[in-house]
């Protein structure tokens, strides 16, 4: 009962430290797949599902961003790579016109 007691907070202390961020992905993953909407033209399932695979490629770069803080070489590779991962998962919800505005859209920035 005593051990139930001490690690019942530690769980809810954990829980709230982990919200805030996984709040925030959820977040900025919103704005990316909002930003997407109108250029290609996004119905509500390729939202959707744009909106959880930016909140994957979050979190993966977030992963990176962590594990690689002092390897700047490891890095970019990681970043580029995962980029790359991004960018293939997004071909398989995309059709042809919209994944030829994505990459336009791409070239832009």
Do not use: C, W
Not at 63 to 81: G, N, S, V
Not at 82 to 93: M, N, V
């Amino acid at each position: 009962m005593f051990l139930a007691l001490v690690l019942f907070p530690l769980g809810l202390i954990a829980q709230a430290a982990i919200e805030p961020a996984y709040i925030a992905i959820q977040q900025e993953a919103t704005q990316i797949a909002r930003s997407l909407v109108q250029p290609l033209q996004l119905n509500e399932l390729e939202y959707i599902q744009v909106r959880e695979l930016a909140a994957q490629h979050i979190l993966a770069l977030n992963d990176i961003a962590d594990y690689y803080r002092y390897d700047e070489e490891m890095l970019q590779k990681k970043t580029e790579a995962a980029k790359q991962t991004y960018d293939r998962k997004l071909k398989y919800i995309l059709n042809s016109t919209q994944l030829g505005n994505y990459l336009a859209l791409q070239n832009e920035k």
